[in-house]
């Protein structure tokens, strides 16, 4: 049983229209800035023209409650993530910080991640108390970075290094140690009885 209250899952088609409800909802300026307004076509019409990668935020019996992001950056295995809890009513349970453990550990263990970069508003205060929790390393500040309420606020950028992230928390393997092991087994067990010889001598 996972030991998270929450798991990730892929967009389907059903979830345009709760999409676009959440992108004319407070949740979505707090998580970007912006009220976009967009409808369930125009949702469909954004994911397939950003680099973005989007996944929905599930509590464990199904309720889709947001949306985490994440993109390769230029540079190798850099990469820019972000996350919405899109359900007010589910503000403060700490699922966001959730879904972003969740992520970032899938992008160190399977997409061989080195560096798991963030940002956030100035105006949003659980995201900036998340961030300076001391997880997240803050690296900067960019200036009148948002436009909120008619006037502009900063953004905070930062990120965690793969060790520093191991550090913070123990692996926690896919596969069983154990599986992996019995695997490795098996393949010696046939090499000892199959060996393994150059194609050129195996006539001889």
Not at 45 to 60: H, S
Not at 84 to 93: K, N
Not at 115 to 126: D, L, P, T
């Amino acid at each position: 049983m996972s030991k998270y209250s929450v798991t990730l899952s892929p967009i389907g088609h059903d979830d345009y229209e709760m999409i676009s409800r959440w992108t004319s909802s407070e949740a979505w300026i707090y998580a970007s800035g912006i009220q976009a307004h967009m409808s369930a076509a125009d949702v469909e019409k954004f994911l397939d023209r950003v680099d973005d990668n989007f996944l929905v935020v599930c509590t464990q019996d199904g309720q889709a409650i947001g949306l985490v992001s994440w993109k390769q950056e230029d540079t190798p295995g850099n990469y820019v993530v972000g996350s919405m809890i899109g359900d007010p009513h589910m503000w403060g349970a700490g699922f966001g910080l959730e879904s972003v453990i969740i992520l970032v550990r899938m992008l160190f263990e399977s997409r061989n991640a080195h560096r798991v970069g963030f940002s956030c508003g100035a105006f949003n205060e659980r995201a900036v108390e998340n961030f300076c929790a001391g997880i997240v390393t803050v690296e900067g500040i960019l200036r009148d970075y948002y436009f909120v309420d008619g006037q502009y606020y900063d953004a905070l950028v930062g990120s965690i290094l793969r060790d520093e992230f191991y550090a913070r928390r123990e692996s926690t393997p896919v596969i069983p140690v154990a599986e992996k092991q019995a695997a490795r087994a098996v393949i010696g067990e046939f090499i000892r009885k199959n060996p393994i010889v150059p194609r050129n001598q195996q006539a001889e």
